[in-house]
T-cell receptor
Framework: EAGVVQSPRYKIIEKKQPVAFWCNPISGHNTLYWYRQNLGQGPELLIRYENEEAVDDSQLPKDRFSAERLKGVDSTLKIQPAELGDSAVYLC????????????????FGEGSWLTVV | GENVEQHPSTLSVQEGDSAVIKCTYS??????FPWYKQELGKRPQLIID?????GEKKDQRIAVTLNKTAKHFSLHITETQPEDSAVYFC?????????FGAGTTVTVRA
């Protein structure tokens, strides 16, 4: 079974340029997450989708970041315009939500998209 | 929101010795506590998890303990091997939102 697939793996852009990252979750997983991981730190949630609905985007910097998951499967995260401080690894993850939080299922991560803004 | 603190930030152990990483969390509603291992340039991978209705869980050389009253949980790795060298992250969750600690870089010396 394929895991969470992300592209591109690496991206170098100049500041003020736009960039987009794509994620395809594990087949059948209804919940999709975008995390940002700065060097030497743990992942921080940007946005969580349940199917096509963004149920938690409280940490997404909405002035420059946007995300979509139109058909409830793959997702795109966009940054426009990029700033130097956006350099980080953008991790996509997915899981299968089973009704109650007590039935939490494992979150699987992709390999990440490494962004360098120069 | 949830705040997870993780200690130590770096840990160096002799091969064969044990390693212990400790985490505290702030939200008493958190009910799921996974641990992830991340090798350089790789994805975080789940190594063990524990739910709030369990105090301890073991899987071969890895064990996790949870103290809900004190709001802390720990990862124990016994008989460490060179392949255990990596960054380890604890996390805590309520309502499907995982909050991660800052990570512990574990180095196993041969």
């Amino acid at each position: 079974e394929a895991g969470v697939v992300q592209s591109p793996r690496y991206k170098i852009i100049e500041k003020k340029q736009p960039v987009a990252f794509w994620c395809n979750p594990i087949s059948g997983h209804n919940t999709l997450y975008w995390y940002r991981q700065n060097l030497g730190q743990g992942p921080e949630l940007l946005i969580r989708y349940e199917n096509e609905e963004a149920v938690d985007d409280s940490q997404l910097p909405k002035d420059r970041f946007s995300a979509e998951r139109l058909k409830g499967v793959d997702s795109t995260l966009k940054i426009q315009p990029a700033e130097l401080g956006d350099s980080a690894v953008y991790l996509c993850a997915s899981s299968l939500k089973l009704g109650s939080p007590t039935l939490w299922n494992t979150i699987y991560f992709g390999e990440g998209s490494w962004l360098t803004v120069v | 929101g949830e705040n997870v603190e993780q200690h130590p930030s770096t840990l160096s152990v002799q091969e064969g010795d044990s390693a212990v990483i400790k985490c505290t969390y702030s939200d008493s509603a958190s009910n799921y506590f996974p641990w992830y291992k991340q090798e350089l340039g790789k994805r975080p991978q789940l190594i063990i998890d524990i739910r709030s209705n369990v105090g301890e869980k073991k899987d071969q050389r890895i064990a996790v303990t949870l103290n809900k009253t004190a709001k802390h949980f720990s990862l124990h790795i016994t008989e460490t091997q060179p392949e255990d060298s990596a960054v380890y992250f604890c996390a805590a969750s309520s309502d499907y939102k995982l909050s991660f600690g800052a990570g512990t870089t574990v180095t196993v010396r041969a």
